[in-house]
């Protein structure tokens, strides 16, 4: 079975849904803001090792988690969502091509808190330049604790990555209570934005005459 060694979380990988920032009537209000779900089937959890993407013009990455507690016993919600990675740079220079389609592996090493019993995971997307209309993340992959990575080289489906590979059910429908989760989560992002963007600001998207501009939220 070696060739299960590298086998993903069977997992849904929602579309990204674009922020809207500023006013609509002013160049400030293109999305530079993504939020991609990705959520386990029903009472799964995974212990993660790395996560494993190929970058689309997304210049800075934060990763939040949400965690099932062991003493949930899957019946009770999950734990609140929580950072488990802050601004990660994918792209030295947001304005120029450099690991714009790059890919990356993510180790739990690398992470700000437990990554263990993972039962959903919001990626944060950012891209501070108006050069790229569009950004995402691709082939995303869930790499489980107990199933070892290789010391050398890199799995057969990294180096050579099909079609078929490509993230699924991207259309999704999202009950209610996903809907305001999400909701939630839009705000979150808005102060996240706020608190730890200001590299971003330095560039002039955000900037407006010194201050953050954020009269409008919603989906495009």
Same mark, same amino acid.
């Given at each position: 079975?070696?060739?299960?060694?590298?086998?993903?979380?069977?997992?849904?990988?929602?579309?990204?849904?674009?922020?809207?920032?500023?006013?609509?009537?002013?160049?400030?209000?293109?999305?530079?803001?993504?939020?991609?779900?990705?959520?386990?089937?029903?009472?799964?959890?995974?212990?993660?090792?790395?996560?494993?993407?190929?970058?689309?013009?997304?210049?800075?990455?934060?990763?939040?988690?949400?965690?099932?507690?062991?003493?949930?016993?899957?019946?009770?919600?999950?734990?609140?969502?929580?950072?488990?990675?802050?601004?990660?740079?994918?792209?030295?220079?947001?304005?120029?091509?450099?690991?714009?389609?790059?890919?990356?592996?993510?180790?739990?090493?690398?992470?700000?808190?437990?990554?263990?019993? &993972?039962?959903?995971?919001? %990626?944060?997307?950012? +891209? *501070?330049?108006?050069?790229?209309?569009? #950004?995402?993340?691709?082939?995303?992959?869930?790499?489980?604790?107990?199933?070892?990575?290789?010391?050398?080289?890199?799995?057969?489906?990294?180096?050579?990555?099909?079609?078929?590979?490509?993230?699924?059910?991207?259309?999704?429908?999202?009950?209610?209570?996903?809907?305001?989760?999400?909701?939630?989560?839009?705000?979150? &992002?808005?102060?996240?934005? %706020?608190?730890?963007? +200001? *590299?971003?600001?330095?560039?002039?998207? #955000?900037?407006?005459?010194?201050?953050?501009?954020?009269?409008?939220?919603?989906?495009?």
């Amino acid at each position: 079975m070696g060739t299960m060694a590298h086998e993903p979380a069977p997992c849904t990988i929602k579309s990204p849904v674009m922020l809207q920032v500023g006013d609509v009537r002013t160049e400030l209000s293109r999305p530079g803001v993504a939020v991609m779900d990705v959520v386990l089937p029903h009472s799964q959890t995974v212990d993660l090792q790395e996560i494993v993407f190929k970058n689309y013009y997304t210049a800075f990455l934060t990763l939040r988690v949400l965690r099932r507690s062991p003493a949930d016993h899957g019946n009770e919600s999950p734990s609140k969502w929580v950072t488990c990675l802050r601004n990660y740079c994918l792209m030295p220079n947001p304005h120029t091509e450099e690991g714009s389609q790059n890919y990356y592996s993510l180790c739990r090493h690398q992470m700000l808190c437990d990554v263990d019993r &993972v039962v959903a995971m919001r %990626l944060i997307l950012r +891209q *501070p330049s108006p050069v790229w209309v569009h #950004f995402s993340i691709e082939e995303l992959r869930l790499i489980p604790r107990d199933q070892k990575s290789p010391q050398k080289g890199l799995p057969a489906w990294l180096s050579h990555p099909s079609p078929q590979e490509r993230p699924r059910s991207l259309h999704d429908r999202l009950p209610d209570a996903d809907k305001v989760s999400s909701e939630v989560q839009q705000m979150w &992002v808005l102060t996240e934005m %706020l608190q730890a963007s +200001q *590299p971003a600001a330095r560039i002039g998207r #955000f900037d407006v005459d010194g201050s953050y501009e954020l009269n409008l939220l919603s989906y495009t």
